[in-house]
């Protein structure tokens, strides 16, 4: 594999530089900070031995200083059984990433005030499944502790487990 690389116009724009820009292997990859920069090296190395295709997501600091996050996919291509090239896409990811960071922090959020709740709170699905609970909702039940499972506990078994200690009769 050459260390040649060839961008279209839109690789050329996530990169703040003009359209038909065609930079060095260097010059594309100063555009990646070192960490990021040295495990994009350490992809493309091992693509280019082992063949495999690869998809990951990298943070880049354009030519206009914009911080972007951007997603690598990328696959060997083979002539007579060597491979002679490595193609690549590039996308700007950026809005994707943020909102997944702001999810989470959101969700975290969500989860401090559910767990710090002064009541106990459980709410099931449709399907009967716990969905969410807070540590006062087993606490105040008294349930043992492989009861209070978002994702694993069914209102039916807590319902057969009051019934088995007597709260129903």
């Not at 690389?5 to 930079?23: K, S």
């Not at 495990?39 to 200083?65: C, H, I, K, M, T």
């Not at 491979?83 to 950026?94: C, E, G």
Request: glycine share 8%; aromatic share 8%; net charge negative.
């Amino acid at each position: 594999v050459k260390q040649r690389i060839q961008w279209d116009d839109q690789a050329c724009l996530i990169h703040g530089l003009p359209p038909g820009h065609q930079p060095t292997l260097e010059e594309a990859l100063g555009f990646y900070p070192a960490p990021a920069r040295a495990q994009l090296v350490e992809l493309l190395q091992q693509a280019q031995l082992s063949g495999e295709a690869f998809d990951q997501v990298f943070p880049l600091l354009s030519a206009e200083g914009k911080a972007l996050r951007v997603r690598v996919v990328g696959e060997v291509e083979f002539e007579n059984y060597r491979a002679v090239r490595i193609v690549a896409a590039i996308q700007d990811v950026t809005l994707r990433h943020q909102m997944t960071e702001a999810l989470e922090h959101s969700r975290n959020l969500l989860d401090s005030v559910i767990a710090s709740l002064p009541s106990g709170l459980s709410v099931f699905d449709a399907q009967h499944q716990l969905v969410l609970s807070n540590p006062l909702f087993g606490h105040l039940l008294r349930l043992p502790d492989g009861m209070n499972r978002p994702g694993q506990t069914r209102v039916d078994e807590v319902l057969h487990y009051f019934a088995s200690r007597g709260d129903y009769g």
